[in-house]
T-cell receptor, first 118, second 115 residues
Framework: GAVVSQHPSRVICKSGTSVKIECRSL??????MFWYRQFPKKSLMLMAT?????????EQGVEKDKFLINHASLTLSTLTVTSAHPEDSSFYIC??????????????FGSGTRLTVV | AQSVTQLDSQVPVFEEAPVELRCNYS??????LFWYVQYPNQGLQLLLK??????LVKGINGFEAEFNKSQTSFHLRKPSVHISDTAEYFC?????????????FGKGTTLSVSS
């Protein structure tokens, strides 16, 4: 259980265009989701936290207008990279917080999206 | 603020040898601790987690970790590694008093298993 499906797995776009990445919780309601960015050989950098029905909370240094996050339903969160540039090329991963029926506690991750801006 | 330090950026080992990947956290309060594995171009897979209870936690693929509060450590161990264990390993921490907040990750340890 607690599966998050992330799409697309890979995307190549032209500089200046926008790209949308989707994360869907398949078998649970994701009230809180997180978006991370991972550079090559580097750790995961938290970009933002999104709660269903409210505005995302961005980490310091993350451009809100460039990385638009929408969490309009309990099963879908999206990250849109607007006016993408080559420096936005990276691996983006979504994650959902999971609170189980018996007080279990954990996080589940999408499979990631490799974005290449040319 | 909580932080996690993974003491080794790279750990090369031979197949069937034991391995320990070290992780220290900095927090004076209670914590939840996690170990994840990441294969190339994939998301993160949970190996094991410590929430409470027994300090020795057993996970998938033969991995285990021991929570040591006095040393603020949560080292990951496997008695005999396989080539397929070659991957990136991340230690992470969260605050149980702030349910639903994001995981804080260490910088990762690259485990390379050779024959």
């Amino acid at each position: 259980g607690a599966v998050v499906s992330q799409h697309p797995s890979r995307v190549i776009c032209k500089s200046g265009t926008s790209v949308k990445i989707e994360c869907r919780s398949l078998d649970f309601q994701a009230t809180t989701m997180f978006w991370y960015r991972q550079f090559p050989k580097k750790s995961l950098m938290l970009m933002a936290t999104s709660n269903e029905g409210s505005k995302a909370t961005y980490e310091q240094g993350v451009e809100k207008d460039k990385f638009l996050i929408n969490h309009a339903s309990l099963t879908l969160s999206t990250l849109t990279v607007t006016s993408a540039h080559p420096e936005d090329s990276s691996f983006y991963i979504c994650s959902a917080w999971v609170q189980g029926l018996y007080g279990d506690y954990g996080y589940t991750f999408g499979s990631g999206t490799r974005l290449t801006v040319v | 603020a909580q932080s996690v330090t993974q003491l080794d950026s790279q750990v090369p080992v031979f197949e069937e040898a034991p391995v320990e990947l070290r992780c220290n956290y900095s927090s004076s309060v209670s914590v939840y601790l996690f170990w994840y594995v990441q294969y190339p171009n994939q998301g993160l897979q949970l190996l094991l987690k410590y929430l409470s209870g027994s300090t020795l936690v057993k996970g998938i693929n033969g991995f285990e970790a021991e929570f040591n509060k006095s040393q603020t450590s949560f080292h990951l161990r496997k008695p005999s590694v396989h080539i397929s264990d070659t991957a990136e390993y991340f230690c992470a921490v969260s605050d149980p008093n702030q349910a639903g907040t994001a995981l804080i990750f260490g910088k990762g340890t690259t485990l390379s298993v050779s024959s």
